[in-house]
């Protein structure tokens, strides 16, 4: 019998890697912390019996998935707002927003990005969890998304996920094979991503906080792709075409210039940006967390959250100083 003494040492490791996986799951960060929370609990009940059949790593994808499988009976899963159904919308449409639907969450990057060195993997892990990619994973039904992670992310056999879903192996490849079929069908597919931001592309980034700072829009224009994406969550609409994302900044944004300085941070392993207001005080309150999507020296897609309590999640500042400034 194994020493549950032993528990935190075997099993403590693993904590990140278990995060991301709920993440993938439920498309929610905060929900996927409570996940594994619930998992921990249930492992550290049941690890005295636990005979090592398995690794404990396995053991614990095994709860982890089951418990996430639980957690979603009965929810509706969380889109982003192109995943609605509904065409882009004009720029110049009244914003419409919905608090009903359970929107899909952005994920900071300490809490779901691996610890590895290895370049091979990093790629892999985050591929797994960018924001296409886990969004893409909620147009699934929860026991298909659960063997596609656990097939293609996990890189499990057929036999180990039959095992882990109590199920046989015909109906996992059958699972997954409808899986493919289904994120194939929608055009959604896992992206590749460079393990880093090259100088170019960081210097384009630096370009486009000191473009909203001054609120120039031809500058923003120029660094989008002539078909970038532009969405909003809880706003319903999505904005599609460099000039249309140029005038729904221009119109309907209210901030001026010298009015929305941002902040650095990473999302999904992808470059992101705590945008800030400026408030009647002067000072500088949370207004949205921009998550961008490049494609070579261009941003090809925005996903600018309104949550203010993301922000904390992020660990960026609750608001900024009025003598705050962007350097030219």
């Known amino acids: 019998m194994t020493e549950v003494a032993e528990f935190p040492a075997l099993t403590d490791t693993y904590r990140r890697e278990l995060t991301a996986h709920c993440y993938r799951m439920t498309g929610s960060i905060h929900d996927a912390e409570d996940l594994v929370q619930e998992t921990y609990l249930r492992a550290w009940r049941g690890y005295a019996a ?90 699934l039904p929860a026991r298909q998304r659960a063997v596609l992670i656990l097939r293609d992310v996990l890189r499990w056999r057929a036999s180990e996920v039959a095992a882990a879903l109590e199920t046989t192996e015909p109906a996992v490849n059958s699972a997954l094979q409808r899986a493919h079929a289904q994120l194939a069908k929608a055009e959604l597919t896992q992206d590749t991503v460079d393990t880093a931001l090259d100088p170019e592309q960081q210097a384009m980034l630096d370009r486009y906080v000191q473009a909203f700072w001054d609120k120039d829009i031809d500058a923003i224009v120029g660094m989008l792709t002539h078909d970038a994406v532009w969405e909003m969550p809880p706003y319903t609409g999505w904005y599609r075409g460099a000039a249309d994302i140029g005038r729904l900044i221009d119109t309907q944004c209210p901030g001026g210039v010298h009015e929305m300085p941002m902040v650095a941070t990473g999302a999904n392993g992808q470059p992101a940006f705590g945008l800030y207001l400026r408030q009647p005080d002067g000072s500088f309150a949370p207004f949205q967390l921009q998550v961008l999507t490049l494609a070579g020296g261009r941003v090809c897609h925005v996903a600018a959250f309104f949550e203010p309590a993301l922000f904390a999640t992020f660990g960026l500042p609750v608001a900024l100083p009025a003598d705050h400034r962007v350097p030219a």
């Open 50 to 139: 636990f005979e090592g059949r398995s690794s404990v790593r396995t053991w614990l994808y095994r709860i982890a998935t089951n418990v996430c499988l639980t957690s979603l009976e009965g929810k509706a899963r969380r889109p982003l707002p192109t995943g609605l159904g509904a065409p882009a919308a004009d720029p110049g449409d009244v914003l419409a927003q919905s608090t009903e639907v359970p929107w899909l969450e952005p994920a900071p990057d300490p809490l779901v990005a691996g610890a590895t060195s290895d370049p091979a993997t990093i790629v892999a892990e985050r591929d797994s969890i960018r924001l296409a990619f886990v969004a893409a994973l909620q147009h």
